[in-house]
């Protein structure tokens, strides 16, 4: 992960406060472990900490925020400075709790941001895979239930910016182990967070992976009466889910035709649901796109040079010519 536009280096106040630590600890040979004076001379320094030693300096203040009641903390009562408040000085002090604390948010929030990015999302036309339409069921208590395919197996989907894209059987199987009771799954209408039809941690939403494809079925609130209308009326002519792919999940292979990505392991499952118009081929993502684009990079590779794998026989004949050569090469040396 990377985090450019974050300054890591300590600011003024961080420094001259780890400074006042190591003078402290200086003086009095006490307060602060091997590791806070560490911290500290590296702070007093000026050198940048890592994303990990950020997240462990607000760690740290928030465990030992509490030293700061007892005695000898605060200049004028018994035992100033404290071996609290000489530790609290060596990880930069208030102000390094301060800037702990927004690197924190900061790193968060990029983290947010990259995560986000790396979530494709994908639809399915009913035009196109007609076993994936929605249907709806009548569920015990006269409540409604919209059942259907968010994705379909075995299908190869239009073209994604130069590849299209095929989900293989049980795909789903191991995210939706995992994620049970752990990740919530929500169901939405037309890609809309705000128009929730369901989630899978109030049991509204079911998720299962059969021959077909990743199947749910979703009880969606009687207010939203009208998206059940909208069913019947077949005015929805898809339906999307929103996932991730780790890198070993994933493959790329080609025909004919072109370039074809193979999800053999989706790796994080969000949001699934009813989309009105499905846009699969605008719908891919900057992830997807540079794991094509490392695929052909290979692939040119693999064309400038293409790999020979010796055989045993080859192997035994260019030891052969090795050692030949290095006996004539003797021969010449020594004139015999």
Known sequence: MAYEDIDFT????????????????????????????????????????????????????????IDKQGEGYRQGEPGFPSNGRIAW???????????????????DAEDARSFHMDIERRDISFEEAPEAELTIETRAGGQSAIVGYAAVYNRLSLDLGGFREIILPGAFDKVLQRQRGKQ??????????NIVLGRTSSGTLELSSDEKGLK????PPTTRADVLELILR???KGSSFAFTVAKDGE????????????????????????????????????????????????????????????????????SWVREAAAAWAVVLKHGR
């Open 10 to 65: 300590p600011p003024a106040g961080v420094r001259a406060e780890a400074q006042k630590g190591l003078d402290w600890r200086s003086e009095y040979g006490r307060g602060g472990t091997a590791i806070g004076i560490a911290r500290g001379r590296d702070l007093s320094n000026g050198t940048a900490v890592s994303p990990d030693t950020a997240k462990r300096m607000k760690a740290y203040f928030d465990r030992h925020e």
């Open 89 to 107: 000085a060596l990880w930069g002090g208030d102000p390094g709790y301060s800037w702990a604390t927004k690197l924190v948010r900061q790193i």
């Open 184 to 193: 919530d799954v929500v169901a939405v209408f037309n890609h809309d967070i």
């Open 216 to 219: 749910y079925s979703v009880t």
């Open 234 to 236: 077949k005015d929805v």
């Open 251 to 318: 493959s790329f292979s080609s025909d004919p035709a072109g370039a074809i990505r193979n999800v053999r392991e989706v790796s994080g499952l969000y949001d699934v649901g009813p989309v009105v118009h499905p846009a699969y081929p605008s719908s891919t993502s900057g992830v997807s796109m540079r794991s094509f684009e490392e695929w052909k990079a290979s692939q040119a590779e693999a064309e400038v040079e293409p790999a020979v794998e010796e055989t045993p026989a080859a192997r035994i004949v260019r």
